[in-house]
């Protein structure tokens, strides 16, 4: 059960790196994007946008104070389904539906991120238990 979990974790984990590589590599395009859907500084709230991606992957596939990775996950989804695929304020009947595809998709993966969070810890394969590290970080 253990790799198949690991398995997972790796997927959804490099599914949020690919996504944080694509909000670096196209940083302008998107920035343009976003602020046609009146994002305050555009292009800072991409590049924050990726680096909540990076850690949010980074942490799951490391299982590594996963945690912090959910909640900068949370951090990203809840704005970002909400702003960037608010499909009912759509008009043109194409885009309200690819709208509704990413917001589905984002309410989905938010789904799964909370999921982790009741994953007892440390994980089987995850640097917490390796490096015997403790579950919660020192305040």
């Given amino acids: 059960m253990g790799e198949i979990f690991l398995a997972g974790r790796i997927l959804v984990g490099g599914y949020y790196l690919?996504?944080?590589?694509?909000?670096f590599a196209d940083l302008g395009a998107l920035a343009e994007h976003a602020a046609?859907?009146?994002?305050?500084?555009?292009?800072?709230?991409?590049?924050?946008?990726?680096?909540?991606l990076a850690v949010g992957g980074l942490t799951l596939i490391l299982g590594?104070?996963?945690?912090?990775?959910?909640?900068?996950?949370?951090?990203?989804f809840i704005p970002v389904?909400?702003?960037?695929?608010?499909?009912?304020?759509?008009?043109d009947p194409v885009l309200r539906q690819i709208d509704l595809?990413?917001?589905g998709k984002n309410v989905?993966?938010?789904g799964s991120s909370l999921m982790f969070a009741a994953?007892?810890?440390?994980?089987?394969?995850?640097?917490?238990?390796?490096?015997?590290?403790?579950i919660k970080l020192p305040v």
């Fill in 119 to 134: 994953v007892p810890r440390p994980w089987v394969y995850s640097l917490e238990r390796r490096a015997h590290l403790p």
């Fill in 108 to 110: 989905a993966l938010l």
């Fill in 36 to 52: 046609a859907l009146g994002v305050p500084l555009p292009a800072l709230a991409v590049a924050v946008a990726g680096v909540l």
């Fill in 81 to 91: 389904t909400i702003v960037m695929h608010a499909f009912w304020a759509e008009s």
């Fill in 101 to 103: 595809a990413n917001f």
């Fill in 18 to 23: 690919l996504s944080a590589a694509h909000h």
């Fill in 64 to 76: 590594i104070y996963p945690d912090i990775g959910i909640a900068a996950l949370l951090l990203f």
